[in-house]
């Protein structure tokens, strides 16, 4: 997203034949190894390998394609968009009537529990707003605002391209072929003509690293990416790059660190809750599940989402039991993401733990093939982000 939200992705594969993005030739072109992913045949890596497409997005800059992500246009039906943003606000708990024109936010979809439907990005676009969700849900988000907004909206799903341009060699990159790019700060929006096409790039990612998403007419996808890559700096990355970037950046990843059954306070995403819809606010509530978020917002939770750096150097993955002993005891939690840190040259994770246990510097155990592994909680991100927030970086 997301955050940079999300964007976020889904389940590894969905039955039926896969799908191609626009920059399915070029993969090919490039030596991509592919994999089925939400219902799509996608890149996982190139020649070099994840570690080293994971630390060249830290040292210069990776283009990853992310066109499986879902891009829905939200249009007023009565021309005023203010009139979308209010319709928005009845389904994600987020300051959409407050949203600027040219910015993003980052949001979820929540259900009648509080439970997280879907995360995703909402940028406002003037005449209307853009949504940017997860690959696995587009289709099912598509239905869900259709069937609570369609009397005021009129909800698109684009077919277009998406292109992430990550890393601190980014905004070079992409100056060179857009000049506007950089008088952007972080969640800015604009139309950039980028090769004679005009493309809405906003300033944001998955990595944590300063960077842009670029989305594409299909038709002019791989033209665009290949003038990207012509910058020796850019290198083509995959989803298994991705993945290790956004884990160091403590991003959640929709099925696995959120899904229906996890609440945004659980989730440690209270933050993207603002004050004007919690308790008290001028738009208090009115989102599915309001009366259970906002009472956790209030009074806390029983469990929340935290990171973990085990150790050693053997990694802990999704799915570990969590315990509060190195022996007997039932588990107190789990770990919902995990694997090797290449930037911290050690393992990292994240996962859910009673409230009671989740201040930093807490000790637990995973378990790992019947062994129990010490892990401390820790702050989160787990390395610096580096987001161009103002004028200067």
């Given at each position: ?12 594969a ?18 991509a190894?592919?994999?089925p ?13 994840v ?13 990853f394609d ?27 708990p ?27 990005m ?13 690959a ?10 259709t ?42 929006v ?31 996808a791989?033209?665009?990416?290949e ?10 990355a995959g ?30 995403l ?12 001028a738009?208090?509530g ?108």
């Amino acid at each position: 997203m997301s955050g940079e939200a999300s964007s976020t992705s889904g389940p590894a594969a969905a039955a039926g034949p896969l799908k191609r993005t626009p920059l399915h030739g070029l993969h090919g072109m490039l030596g991509a190894r592919m994999v089925p992913f939400a219902g799509y045949e996608m890149p996982v890596q190139f020649a070099p390998g994840v570690l080293k497409e994971h630390i060249h997005t830290r040292a210069a800059a990776s283009l990853f394609d992310v066109s499986h992500m879902g891009q829905i246009a939200v249009w007023p039906r009565s021309g005023r968009v203010a009139d979308a943003a209010v319709a928005l606000e009845r389904i994600v708990p987020a300051d959409v009537l407050g949203l600027g024109e040219g910015r993003q936010r980052y949001g979820f979809i929540t259900n009648d529990q509080g439970g997280i439907l879907d995360d995703l990005m909402v940028a406002h676009r003037g005449d209307h707003f853009l949504l940017v969700v997860n690959a696995a849900r587009k289709e099912e988000d598509l239905r869900h605002l259709t069937s609570l907004l369609d009397h005021d909206c009129r909800i698109e799903l684009l077919e277009r391209a998406l292109i992430a341009l990550q890393g601190p060699a980014a905004e070079a990159a992409l100056v060179r072929l857009a000049p506007g790019a950089i008088a952007m700060r972080f969640m800015d929006v604009r139309t950039l003509d980028i090769m004679g096409s005009p493309c809405t790039v906003v300033r944001a990612g998955y990595t944590g690293e300063d960077g842009f998403e670029i989305s594409t007419p299909a038709d002019v996808a791989r033209e665009v990416a290949e003038g990207l890559l012509e910058d020796n700096n850019v290198q083509p990355a995959g989803l298994g790059a991705r993945d290790s970037l956004r884990l160091e950046a403590g991003l959640c990843l929709y099925g696995a660190d959120i899904d229906a059954t996890t609440t945004p306070i659980e989730a440690n995403l209270a933050w993207a809750i603002p004050s004007v819809r919690r308790t008290g606010g001028a738009r208090a509530g009115g989102f599915p599940g309001s009366h259970v978020v906002l009472a956790q917002a209030t009074c806390g939770t029983t469990r929340l989402r935290v990171g973990l750096k085990p150790e050693g150097r053997a990694p802990v993955r999704a799915g570990a039991p969590i315990f509060a002993e190195e022996a007997g005891g039932a588990p107190v939690g789990t770990v919902t993401s995990g694997g090797f840190g290449p930037s911290l040259d050690a393992p990292v994770a994240m996962g859910y733990v009673p409230s009671s246990m989740s201040a930093a510097g807490t000790r637990v155990f995973a378990e790992v093939r019947g062994k129990r592994l010490a892990a401390t909680v820790a702050a989160l991100p787990f390395i610096p982000t580096h987001y161009k927030r103002g004028a200067g970086r």
